[in-house]
T-cell receptor, first 112, second 112 residues
Framework: KQEVTQIPAALSVPEGENLVLNCSFT??????LQWFRQDPGKGLTSLLL?????REQTSGRLNASLDKSSGRSTLYIAASQPGDSATYLC???????????FGAGTQVVVTP | DTGVSQDPRHKITKRGQNVTFRCDPI?????LYWYRQTLGQGPEFLTY????????KSRLLSDRFSAERPKGSFSTLEIQRTEQGDSAMYLC??????????FGSGTRLTVV
């Protein structure tokens, strides 16, 4: 069974610093990996989707890498802003139906 | 693209009562998923529809839970004889085949 882990559970950085969020998964046979953002009491917003054949995806200040052999994905957020404060979740899809296995998330606080 | 809509946003119910939640996916998305999320955890997969066919149900989905997606459009999730352990955020998501998932804002259920 696929298990997804995110460490640390919480992270606080000063504004302007780059953020590095880690995600590890136990089964390397994934179809894709997604990163989501969740604000308190809200649903999830998709940030980046990396297909299994890709090594990274970029969108604005966000860059996500995927290393299937080591079972790791990393989300980089450049020049963090207070508006980046949220919980970031990674999720791996291990079948063609798109069912997602989530990590517990990393709660990020960016201080002004 | 009006996004994924969920109704109601919040539901408080007494233990033993039945509740029903509705999800309206993005119209061109053929896949629909239900997840459950408790505080401090990532969402857990409950069930999945491809058009109107329910293709997979998690072991988390006890006999008290039932989901439908008539005509492959909106979906409903019903919980019968609610228990306090059912208190959670219920999230609906939709996607095209092999695309990224779009999540709704969720229905927060509180069983008192």
């Amino acid at each position: 069974k696929q298990e997804v882990t995110q460490i640390p559970a919480a992270l606080s950085v000063p504004e302007g610093e780059n953020l590095v969020l880690n995600c590890s998964f136990t089964d390397s046979a994934i179809y894709n990996l997604q990163w989501f953002r969740q604000d308190p009491g809200k649903g999830l917003t998709s940030l980046l989707l990396i297909q299994s054949s890709q090594r990274e995806q970029t969108s604005g200040r966000l860059n996500a890498s995927l290393d299937k052999s080591s079972g790791r994905s990393t989300l980089y957020i450049a020049a963090s802003q207070p508006g980046d404060s949220a919980t970031y979740l990674c999720a791996a899809s291990t079948d063609s139906w798109g069912k997602l296995q989530f990590g517990a998330g990393t709660q990020v606080v960016v201080t002004p | 693209d009006t996004g994924v809509s969920q109704d109601p946003r919040h539901k408080i119910t007494k233990r033993g009562q039945n509740v029903t939640f509705r999800c309206d996916p993005i119209s061109e998305h053929n896949r629909l998923y239900w997840y459950r999320q408790t505080l401090g955890q990532g969402p857990e997969f409950l069930t999945y529809f491809q058009n109107e066919a329910q293709l997979e149900k998690s072991r988390l989905l006890s006999d008290r839970f039932s989901a439908e997606r008539p005509k492959g459009s909106f979906s409903t999730l019903e919980i019968q004889r609610t228990e306090q352990g059912d208190s959670a955020m219920y999230l609906c998501a939709s996607s095209r085949s092999s695309g990224s998932c779009t999540f709704g804002s969720g229905t927060r259920l509180t069983v008192v």
